[in-house]
């Protein structure tokens, strides 16, 4: 074996494979992939090989879609036969949810160039003549589907990789994992010694245990999936070479397609099993759990009653084999959060489909830097670290059950909660506040009243809670309201180099001591990587805000661009230190001036300022600024005193009705005034630029930032697309995220976020258009649920145009 390379990767499963193709294929050909077995030793070799285009996330369909063109040509490519049957696939919908589920990823479909297709049940019988569809309202026809040899895929990929340079060593376990003080990392093995710059962990399921070799904790645990394949069916043979498409019954849960002369039969049935939860049995490798067939049985009646041909012969083979499971199902991808250059790229519950996009992106992670799509939904970093094994295995098992469930855009399930709660929990509880859990903090969405009318919870249209919302939009417009945002991430960024050190990091200018600025940091490319407010204390001190689900990513962003070259910067994490309330409303000031021992006029603390203000018994970080676009503070006050200050705003209340508001009304508010949302407005795909907000961006600082020969390279070539909003006229749906904009027949741009405007009465998108058409007044359509309705570029922000409200 060699004894250094630029690159190990450790698995050669499909994704590793893929990564160390795609390494060679962007010209790293010192490259290693170390296997502790065979090649396909985990959990490919068993798998059944299905390939969807099919997702209802808009970046695995992406890297979905990715898969399935590069495995139509790597045969071609590599020289290595595969068995890949392009069938074609039918998803069955039960329900009217269903169908407008299909609607919208359709819509998707369409905008990444993957055209899929409504069938109703005539055309159904058409493609599959063996099903019985009374029940069925209509299937989704995803042309590029089929299945796939997965030894083979996996084969051709090192084939490929190894044609351009690179090694792959069988029967070699990686053993520890070590940094070097030189920089890089020492791999021991079963056969020695490697030294590699960078290491991709690959591990499928054993992804944990290296993560583990270099102190790492992974969120995963293994889970058993099974299908069952039949004996020979006579009525298939009888068709000769031509194939079923492949079905999923997603209302059932279930996938059913044709295997040679046979059926395969695979449900993610209702109480999915974990294994070892302890430890990973050393030995086990190429091997199969017992079959466990009574688990899947009344699955196993639903799909015979839907294709009869199946109970007419008997099972031939169980297969029942280890499958990792993050909370959320997707795999944890991204930079470890210990040393640098090492990677994870493991817990894949759709391996096969996913290996040839993941393959990309984290050959594009290491060779470039960043992968050129915002992969956020994949990114390890999404998980803090509560999320420990019994968090994990609880939504492990509830994703499990849910694989095929309907994906709502708003849907809370209850696994794993609550995990963090803040103080003032059960108070909101006892006044109505439903919960919604976000980076594990439970928040409020919405107060319910008693009489509120009942209804669904979950629908692609608007749902029952729109009524809480109208009257919490109308309390924050017009008296005083107040919303608690637990796990708002914070940091303290303070000594003599912190100045200097932000500046490079932000695009803009950094505020003056005792003011507030929005600040976005950039990659290198210029994309947006993070938005934070950040607020300047003291000369060298500063707090920086920024949101809940990103306290992971901002820190290791922060983390790992530490330097001292700027002088001494030290940076803490102050998130669960405080807690914070959020005061808005035109009576805010009244109300606040009550409790705190301080001058709340303009005069004294005029919008985007940032005070210390004391508080019953403590003192409370408060910003003239907030999310909703009306006069208003955000307090930051110490977690132990938060149910006072609290209580003393309650109490404070006295002829002003105080109204709690919750995530849901916020999420309206801050449409309106056009306020962008990080990973749904904000990702590495746009710039500061792109995003309309060079307000923000000082491309003429006199100091180098990140991401600043980008921007001006942007700047002087003018941006391809601009964030706009539109105004649309929607019928009881408003456009959801990735909700596609039309201009005539053409597709002109992608919606980021999408809802009801409650002060304005009006629904409204966020979306990047065409620069050409980001002029207000232009006229342009927006598909929801299948339905182009009109809308009109708007003027930003919407909502009190001069912030006169901000500024009162
Ligand atoms: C029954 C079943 C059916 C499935 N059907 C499908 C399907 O139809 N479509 C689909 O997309 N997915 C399917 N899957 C999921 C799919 O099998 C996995 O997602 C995929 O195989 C994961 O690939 P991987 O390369 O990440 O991991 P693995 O295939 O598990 O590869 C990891 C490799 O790392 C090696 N390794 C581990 N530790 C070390 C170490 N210390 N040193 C060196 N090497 C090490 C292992 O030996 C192994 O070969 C199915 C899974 C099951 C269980």
Redesign the pocket.
């Given at each position: 074996m060699k004894s250094q390379a630029r690159v190990v990767v450790?698995?050669?499963?499909?994704?590793?494979c893929s990564a160390l193709y795609h390494l060679t294929q962007l010209g790293w050909t010192d490259a290693v992939l170390?296997?502790?077995?065979e090649l396909?030793?985990?959990?490919?070799w068993?798998?059944?090989?299905?390939c969807p285009n099919f997702s209802t996330s808009w970046s695995i369909l992406k890297l979905q879609r990715y898969s399935t063109a590069l495995y139509a040509r790597l045969a071609h490519e590599t020289g290595y036969d595969i068995n890949y049957h392009l069938t074609g696939s039918i998803r069955l919908a039960h329900t009217a949810d269903r169908v407008d589920e299909f609607r919208h990823v359709l819509a998707q479909a369409r905008a990444q160039q993957t055209e899929f297709e409504l069938l109703a049940p005539a055309q159904i019988k058409e493609r599959h003549p063996f099903l019985e569809l009374d029940d069925i309202r209509l299937g989704l026809w995803d042309p590029g589907d089929g299945d796939i040899d997965?030894a083979q895929l996996t084969q051709a990929l090192a084939k490929g990789a190894r044609d351009r340079g690179a090694s792959v060593y069988r029967h070699t376990?990686?053993t520890g994992i070590r940094e070097l003080a030189s920089g890089g990392w020492r791999i021991e093995t079963t056969a020695g010694a490697i030294d590699a710059e960078y290491v991709i962990n690959?591990?499928?399921?054993?992804g944990g245990?290296?993560a583990a070799m270099i102190g790492e904790y992974l969120p995963m645990v293994t889970l058993s999936?099974?299908?069952l394949l039949t004996e020979d069916i006579q009525a298939l043979r009888e068709r000769g070479a031509a194939r079923l498409p492949l079905v999923r019954d997603p209302d059932v849960s279930y996938y059913l397609r044709q295997e040679r002369h046979g059926l395969l039969l695979?449900p993610y049935e209702s109480r999915g099993r974990a294994h070892w939860l302890d430890d990973l049995p050393h030995e086990f490798?190429h091997q199969l759990f017992a079959d466990d067939l009574g688990r899947i049985e009344s699955y196993i009646e639903a799909a015979c009653a839907r294709m009869p041909i199946l109970g007419s012969v008997g099972v031939k083979r169980v297969?029942n084999?280890?499958?990792p499971y993050a909370p959320d199902g997707n795999p944890l991808m991204g930079p470890a959060a210990v040393g640098r250059n090492f990677f994870h790229c493991?817990a894949?519950?759709?391996?096969?489909?996913?290996?040839g996009g993941a393959g990309r992106i984290i050959a594009e992670w290491l060779v470039n830097g960043e992968p050129d799509w915002d992969v956020w939904p994949l990114d390890h970093r999404r998980y803090l670290p509560f999320a420990n094994r019994s968090y994990t295995l609880a939504k492990a098992l509830e994703t499990y059950e849910h694989e095929y469930g309907v994906a709502y855009p708003q849907e809370e399930r209850p696994a794993g909660r609550p995990a963090k709660t803040s103080p003032l929990y059960d108070r909101l509880r006892a006044i109505g506040a439903v919960f919604g859990a976000r980076g594990g903090w439970e928040r409020a969405l919405y107060y319910a009243k008693s009489e509120d009318p009942a209804g669904p919870e979950c629908s692609f249209r608007r749902p029952q809670w729109h009524r809480a919302i109208t009257r919490e939009c109308a309390a924050v417009a017009g008296g005083v309201a107040l919303l608690e945002l637990p796990g708002f991430t914070k940091f303290e960024v303070t000594g003599a180099g912190a100045p200097a050190w932000l500046d490079y990091l932000v695009a803009g200018a950094l505020p003056r001591p005792g003011r507030s600025t929005l600040s976005y940091f950039c990659s290198p490319r210029g994309g947006i990587v993070s938005e934070m407010t950040v607020s300047r204390l003291g000369e060298d001190r500063f707090w920086l805000i920024s949101a809940a689900a990103g306290e992971r990513h901002d820190e290791h962003w922060l983390r790992s661009h530490l330097s001292q070259r700027f002088g001494p910067v030290s940076l803490a994490n102050l998130t669960c230190r405080y807690g914070s309330l959020i005061v808005v409303g035109p009576h805010s000031r009244t109300l606040l001036a009550r409790i705190a021992d301080a001058d709340l006029t303009n005069e004294a603390f005029p919008w985007l300022t940032v005070r210390t203000v004391p508080i019953g018994y403590t003192e409370a970080l408060a910003l003239r600024v907030n999310y909703v676009g009306e006069l208003g503070w955000e307090l930051h006050v110490p977690s132990e005193h938060l149910l006072s200050v609290h209580q003393l705003l309650v109490d404070a209340r006295e002829e002003l009705e105080l109204v709690h508001f919750g995530l849901y009304a916020m999420e309206s508010l801050r449409l309106e005034k056009c306020y962008r949302s990080w990973k749904a407005d904000l990702t590495t795909e746009y710039t500061p630029l792109m995003a309309s907000l060079e307000r923000f961006v000082r491309l003429d600082k006199q100091t180098d930032f990140i991401g600043r020969d980008a921007l001006r390279r942007e700047a002087a070539a003018g941006p391809k697309e601009r964030f706009v909003p539109l105004l649309v006229e929607a019928r009881d749906a408003d456009a959801a995220a990735v909700s596609i904009v039309y201009r005539g027949s053409e597709r002109v741009g992608l919606v980021t976020s999408g809802g009801y405007g409650y002060r304005l009465n009006r629904s409204i998108a966020l979306a990047y258009v065409r620069a050409d058409l980001a002029r207000p007044g232009t006229e342009l359509e927006v598909e929801i649920l299948g339905e182009r309705r009109p809308a009109r570029v708007g003027r930003e922000p919407l909502y009190d145009p001069e912030n006169l409200r901000l500024r009162a």
């Open positions: 450790i698995g050669g499963g499909a994704v590793g170390l296997e502790r077995d396909t030793a985990g959990s490919t068993h798998a059944a090989g299905n997965p376990g990686v690959a591990a499928g399921y054993r245990e290296v999936h099974q299908y695979g490798a297969i084999g280890p499958i493991c894949f519950t759709f391996g096969i489909v996913q290996a």
